[in-house]
Structures are given as structure tokens and as C-alpha cells.
């Protein structure tokens, strides 16, 4: 596939408004790539939103005016733009044009996905592959992964990025040559179950009602159990005394309301927690000034965070390791999986077989 461009890449003015306009941001046509010129249209635009420069505000170009520029059908171009509002990247109203729209939290991690892009292009481009190769293989594995594969495929979710990654990890050298595991933000669950197809989703106890809610009954969930030392440290900070003060850091506020919560779960009364994100040093220097206990996501202390405390022997490792009856229980249901499409398979080979003869 060709990756030469018929036409310059043009910018997206408008006309003067009092909300922002998108007025710097190319958008290139290439005219015999064998991805449809609408296609080639919306990714670059969703990617613009994703990546940040198109920001929340921002109007789009007038539908004529960017099908002049890009010497493209307006209709082709209002089809872009309503699915684009389709996906939640625009909203339209009328008098005010085409509006970059506050996007859902799944999206709010831009910096990364332009990163993991960029890495992917210079890798492909060392090895001789060239843009529209690259699209071409990403597609099809997407369209691969929203069909069931040979491995049993689990989705663990989890509340911070980090746990949920390495707990992934952890399941699939556990469960080597039987399961593929990828990690997922809780909040992230129901779009990941919507592009693509899992057999399991697996979370721990302490999230397992918000999971099932999450998942709708799409797949289902099983909810692990953590190791004995991770309820010990809980019930320790459960039997602090009144007025005690727990600090807690951890990579989103998010996180932090999730160790809050647990401990509530647990039991724990007449505690005050204080929360601190990594990236606010207020906040950081308040914990550090005024907790007792310290508590530290796998996040906190891969940064070093622990060694810029006045008194570190305060710090406690939030993180946990599974209970041998929580991989069992995960063993089980991989093993139903399994079972399960065996028993499917069985009709659709004897349909096959009949069509044949």
C-alpha cells in the first residue's frame, strides 16, 4: 500500500467564534491507500482528540469548508463527523458547529496512546514497514481479538493501571499455555468488553459487586481472593486507635478512594485518612507531616516515594498476593471456559460436516 499523498495536509480554520476553534491541526487524504477516505478522515480526527491537540472546546471546520480543503464530499465528511459523536469525541449544536467533547475517563490517558503509537511506527519503520502496513496489521488484530482465540482469554481489572498490568502478568505465568490475561481500569471494563472478546473477568473481592455491575452479565466474573499478610495489614490499620491518622498514596484519586473504602469494609472507625496523589507535594508533604501509618500503592513505591518520607519505617506496601483458593477458584473457571466452547464447537463441526455431505 502506498503511503504518498495526493494532496498537502491541510488545516482545519474556522470562522471566528467565541469558542476555540481547531485552527492548526492537519488532516492529509491519501488518495490510493486502500483505507476508505472517510476512514483515513475520522482516525486522524479521533487521534487529534485522543492525543491532545484537539482540545476540549475546540470547533471543528465547518463541514463544507473542510470538504473544499480536502476536495471531499461534504456528505462523506458530515458522516465522519456524526460518527465521531457516535464514539463521544464531538457533540454538535446548532448555531455553534462541531464541538471536541469532554471525553469518558477510558480516554483520559492520551499521553500514553500517542507513545505506544509513535514506538510502534519507529519499530515498524526500522524493520521496513511502512504507515499504512502498520494500520493494516493493527486492524486485523483488533477484528481477531473480538473473536474467541485458542488460549481462554481473561480480562483483570483492577482500580490503579499498575496493579491491574502486573497482576495480568502474574496470571498468565501462572496459567502459561492456557490463558491470555491483559489488565484493565474497572472503569475501562465495559468498553474493553465491548471491542473485544473475553471469556473471564477476574478482579479481587474487595471488587467484585462493582465488577459485576460493571460487566452486565457479558462474561463471567470471578472475584479472588487476596493472601493472608494483605488482611493482616488491613486488620492492623482496622485496630489503630481513635483519631489515628492513615496517609495514603497513590497514582489517582481514584486509588486512593478504593483503599479508603476498603478499610471502611474492614471495619475501621475513628481513623482519618489523608490522601495524596504522587504528582501533588502538598499533599505529600501533609502525609508526611501528619501519618502514622503510611500506606503506598505499587505505583508510589516504583517511584521512590518511600525514601523521601521523614520516617519510612511507616510505610506500608499496598499491594497483595494471591490466595492459593483464589487461583483455584480462577483454575476452575478457565477449566469451565474451556469446557464450555468444547460443548459449542461440537454443534457447529456437525452443521459444518452436514453442509458438506
Same mark, same amino acid.
Given at each position: ?7 498537502? $495536509?491541510?488545516? @482545519? =480554520? ?6 476555540? &476553534? ?5 488532516? !492529509?487524504? /491519501? *488518495? ?115 473473536? $474467541?482465540?485458542? @488460549? =481462554? ?6 482500580? &490503579? ?5 502486573? !497482576?495480568? /502478568? *502474574? ?134 516515594? !518511600? ?51
Amino acid at each position: 500500500m502506498s503511503t504518498l499523498s495526493t494532496t498537502d $495536509p491541510v488545516t @482545519l =480554520v474556522t470562522e471566528e467564534h467565541d469558542t476555540p &476553534t481547531a485552527s492548526t491541526h492537519a488532516v !492529509d487524504v /491519501e *488518495r490510493d491507500s486502500d483505507v476508505p477516505i472517510s476512514t483515513q478522515i475520522y482516525w486522524q480526527l479521533a487521534y487529534q482528540i485522543d492525543s491532545g491537540r484537539l482540545q476540549v472546546g475546540e470547533r471543528l471546520a465547518p463541514v463544507r469548508e473542510l470538504g473544499a480543503a480536502l476536495r471531499v464530499n461534504p456528505n462523506t465528511i458530515r458522516a465522519v463527523y456524526r460518527r465521531l459523536a457516535d464514539a463521544g469525541y464531538v457533540s454538535s449544536r446548532h448555531g455553534a458547529g462541531t464541538i471536541v467533547a469532554q471525553r469518558a475517563s477510558h480516554r483520559s490517558r492520551p499521553e500514553a496512546l500517542a507513545g505506544i503509537v509513535s514506538e510502534m511506527l519507529r519499530r515498524a519503520a526500522h524493520a521496513g514497514f511502512a504507515p499504512d502496513e502498520v494500520a493494516a496489521a493493527t486492524y486485523a488484530a483488533a477484528t481477531e481479538r473480538k473473536r $474467541p482465540g485458542d @488460549l =481462554v482469554r481473561v480480562l483483570f481489572a483492577e482500580c &490503579t493501571t499498575a496493579d491491574a498490568g502486573y !497482576d495480568a /502478568e *502474574r496470571l498468565n505465568a501462572e496459567f502459561a499455555g492456557s490463558i491470555e490475561a491483559e489488565g484493565a481500569l474497572l472503569d475501562d471494563v465495559p468498553d474493553r468488553l465491548e471491542r473485544f472478546h473475553y471469556d473471564l473477568v477476574a478482579t479481587t473481592t474487595f471488587h467484585a459487586d462493582e465488577a459485576q455491575a460493571l460487566v452486565g452479565g457479558r462474561a463471567p466474573v470471578v472475584a479472588m481472593l487476596v493472601g493472608p499478610g494483605y488482611v493482616e495489614m488491613v486488620h492492623e490499620i482496622a485496630g489503630l486507635g481513635e483519631g489515628s491518622r492513615v496517609g495514603v498514596i497513590c497514582a489517582s484519586d481514584r486509588g486512593a478512594d478504593n483503599i479508603a473504602e476498603t478499610l471502611a469494609i474492614a471495619g475501621t472507625q475513628g481513623v482519618e485518612i489523608v490522601s495524596a496523589r504522587m504528582d501533588d507535594p502538598e499533599r505529600l508533604a501533609l502525609v508526611d507531616r501528619t501519618a502514622d501509618i503510611i500506606l503506598m500503592s505499587r505505583e508510589a513505591l516504583a517511584a521512590g516515594l !518511600d525514601r523521601t518520607l521523614d520516617r519510612p519505617e511507616r510505610v506500608r506496601p499496598w499491594f497483595y498476593e494471591f490466595d492459593p483458593a483464589g487461583l483455584e477458584l480462577l483454575r476452575r473457571a478457565i477449566e469451565h471456559a474451556v469446557t464450555s466452547r468444547q460443548r459449542a464447537s461440537g454443534p457447529k463441526r456437525e452443521a459444518l460436516a452436514a453442509a458438506r455431505a
